[in-house]
């Protein structure tokens, strides 16, 4: 069967109890309602009957309550603001600005966005793509709120040699990455408005290629990429598919390749500094894709689908949950109908991994 | 026509999707099967305003929802005002053949909305165009909104997309309006002939647009449903996603509706009328052997064709190559494939291609068949 229709998922139930244990109890900001739609009706008809409206109820349980954007937290002053919040001038009640679970620590009082654009932090690595070639440094598309910025003079040069960049260089600015090249790189300097700057002056970082790219939400909701001890491995995969490399860059940008000889393992066989910049000129700035097998695409398609599964089932990707995953979704297809050659890990299937990987 | 704005890839990235949708059987990035939809939640009936609507949510996110609204209107070059109280009566034929019920396709006004797009916007326009084009093609769907000789429905179709364009969204807004026009109901006549129309007030008693088979619930006709195909060397691919359709070699919108093989039922009043009287034949026949029917086609301008090419380690400057180089000597240079390296798809689709990617679509059990099928099984509440 091509198509799977699925029918929609029923709200939740529990939504319309009112949760008495708020941080606010529903007098205190009755007036909050009135400004903004009311969703829930079995709660407006019971207000109504009372005759006045109520607060929206939020989740009850206590572990996370949702809030939205301008809506009213507490007006009560013994709370602190945090991320997330802001409190009207001349006023005391914090107000969330954006859309998420209310945290508290001690008697401070923040909002966890549900969906966030990735903060850079200096150190970080980072998978971005080039969206635009300016004279002397290319912006960098790296999931954040701004484009970064990566400096001509941050990246090696062909040929290794250290020297100063010149004129010629700036000319050929676009032979060394041009529109829509993929790149791993390390945040160097932050601006004060959170703007990154990048470099790719080490062996490890560059362009990419040779495998396939794919974004996922980083932080937020539970899922998507997280800071990790390793965010740059190589697996040995399944079924004859070869070393596969995987960078889960932190903005939640994923690139999965077939492996190459590292610069790094030539330079163990090789000696010396001019050897070494020899090398790293060979595989710096190529775009051309060198043979891949069957096998290693099909495996490479396969930790993909893990990868996007954890995300859809709100599952952290880490290199722990990747390589579980993966050794999961292998024996998976072994008694899936189609056979070992299975790799589809949406819908309902993406849930059954998740749910394996969960349940260990 | 160019389809949304196109994905930004790298050379290598184009050459590696290239190189894993070529192979036999192709490697899709996100391991579906060459003829496998994405897995997609459909419900119908969400907005009680309307006449009928439908909401479809893909599994990468995208979303869309149609929204159907009917009005009556009074049919340009019908006599108006002709029919004298008294001498009107002889004029009043109750019996109209089906050939005179002809319907106009500016009976149908569609619109289409994409967020980000303007409503002008080409994108937005060529897939309103797709879509009614292939509702109006053949003028069975017009021909169902006649009432009488003065006076018709006239349909106002809302779509949609409310996730930011993903992916081309073509099938999915198609696949919506399909369903929604399934769940359309317009109220019951109670007048007879050609009189002001006068309608039950019973919501309940309202007929639908594509009215079903009592026995199993299920529709004699069906609206039409456009399907997008891509090509990549010799393997035919179904509901490309984004990156899938930035490597296309070839890209066609087609467009197939089920022939109701009993033209009789193609009117909704006959239809129902059927259905009281010898359902269990009529309905027989037509579940048996599905009549699919070619609507229209489209070819899509792949977006792959202003992708950047890769360029080859022999003539990458950053790779070492002499940096002095003849222009005629790079373009020869460009003009032979490199194993590795994109190369932008050049000139148009081969006939046998094209004649493939339609016969897997119609073929009997094939892709179209299995499609409507699905959708049959919408609960259309």
Known sequence: MPVTILAPKAMRQDYGQADKQNISDDSDDADSS?????????????????????????????????????????????????????VAAGTTS??????????????????????????????????????????????????????????????????????????????????????????????????????????????????????????VSGMGGGGGVVRSRRQVWTLEAASGGGPIDVVLGVNGYVWISKHVETPEGLVEKTSGITNLDESVSATMY????????????????????????????????????????????????????????????????????????TAV | ?????????????????????????PIRPDGRSPAQFRPLVAETGILPGTNGSARICFADGTEAIVGVKAEVERTRGGYEGEIVEGGGAEEVVTDVNDEEKKGESDWVEMTVEIPGLRDDDATTAFLGAMISEALLADGGFSR?????????????????????????????????THLALLATRLPRLKSEGDEDPFFDDDWAAARYLYPRNKKDGKTTARPPVTLLVMAVGNNIIFDPAKEELAVADVALAVSIGEDATTAATATGDDASLMMDVDSTTAAAAITSARNLRLLSIRTIDPPSRLTPSGVPNATNTAYGAATTQKQPEARTAEAEAVEGV??????????????????????????????????HAVDLG
């Open chain 2, 144 to 176: 169902r909104l006649w009432i009488n000789r003065r006076f018709h429905w006239k349909l106002y179709l809302d779509i949609l997309l409310i996730s930011p364009p993903l992916s081309y969204p073509l099938p999915l807004l198609s696949l919506t």
């Open chain 1, 286 to 357: 190529s775009s051309q894709n060198d043979r891949i097998g069957p096998e290693t695409m099909r495996e490479i398609a396969r930790i993909r689908g893990v990868v996007t599964a954890l995300v859809d089932n709100g599952l952290r990707v880490d290199e722990d949950m990747v390589m579980r995953g993966y050794h999961e979704a292998v024996e998976m297809a072994m008694v899936s109908s189609v056979g070992a050659d299975d790799i589809y890990l949406g819908g309902e299937r993406g849930e059954q991994l998740a749910a394996v990987l």
């Open chain 2, 342 to 375: 994109w190369r932008a798809p050049r000139g148009g689709a081969k006939p046998l291609v094209m004649a493939a990617l339609v016969h897997k679509v119609l073929e009997k059990g094939g892709i179209a068949d299995e499609v409507l099928d699905a959708l």
């Open chain 2, 1 to 25: 026509m160019a389809s949304t704005q196109h994905a930004l890839l790298s050379p290598a990235e184009l050459a590696y999707l290239h190189a894993a949708l070529s192979l036999t059987p």
């Open chain 1, 34 to 86: 009135n400004g903004g739609a009311e969703l829930d009706y079995a709660e407006l008809a019971k207000a109504d009957a009372e005759g006045h409206t109520h607060k929206r109820p939020r989740i009850a349980g206590g572990d996370f309550e949702i809030v939205t954007p301008g809506e009213v937290i507490t007006d009560d002053p013994q709370w602190m603001r945090g991320h997330g919040t802001y």
């Open chain 1, 94 to 215: 914090i107000i969330s600005s954006v859309a998420g679970t209310i945290t508290r620590t001690n008697k401070l009082l923040s909002v966890r966005p549900l969906r966030a654009r990735y903060t850079p932090e200096v150190g970080d690595l980072v998978v971005g793509r080039i969206v635009e070639v300016q004279a002397k440094r290319w912006r960098v598309d790296v999931g954040a709120t701004q484009l970064a910025s990566l400096p001509l003079s941050a990246i090696n040069l062909p040929g290794g040699i250290l020297r100063k960049r010149t004129e010629t260089d700036e000319l050929q600015i676009r032979t060394f990455f041009a529109e829509g090249d993929l790149l791993v790189a390390e945040v160097q300097q932050l601006f004060q408005d959170g703007g990154a700057v990048l470099h790719t002056r080490s062996l490890k970082y560059g362009k990419l290629r040779n495998g396939m790219f794919v974004a």
